[in-house]
């Protein structure tokens, strides 16, 4: 019998402790749970959305580099310094994403909106639920964790969907 991962004596062990105090109630949880990918998502399409400079050296490339390109391999780096098994199920949900925000472009070329419309759109009503969501917590997040919740809730996530599916070992 394969030996299953563990995280919890990693520093990502701190990371979803810290982050899971503020997320005890079963409310708030499943608030998180559709908000963290919809905030992910949407972060990653407004940063995707702001114009690139053309590259010459880039030549056939050049329209597969943009600044969500940075965006993904610092926080990929991030995530994989912190758990490099968490990050594999982070690149799916990054490739999940890359291929909406190309169909997002895709119909906006049909005649839909631009493409920051539609994750700004998504944006405020989940960072809203997730506000809502910490009111019957004990212990809120403050305003300076902001920040490092969109880079540790995807995690945190993460971690719990791999507990789930028997991937990670339960404390």
Known sequence: MGKKNTIDSTPIGNIIS???TSHTT???KLIHYITIPIVSFSVLAIVWAIPFPHLDFLGKFNGF???ASFLIAGTVYYYYRMSPFLTYGILILVFAFSALIVSLEKFHLRGGPELHII???LLLPALLAQVAGHRGERTQPDASSSFRSLLDGP???MNIIFRKAGLLKSR
Do not use: I, K
Request: glycine share 0%; proline share 7%.
């Open 18 to 20: 810290r982050f899971s």
């Open 26 to 28: 079963s409310t708030n």
């Open 65 to 67: 580099v943009n600044w």
């Open 119 to 121: 994750p700004m759109a």
């Open 155 to 157: 995690l945190w996530l």
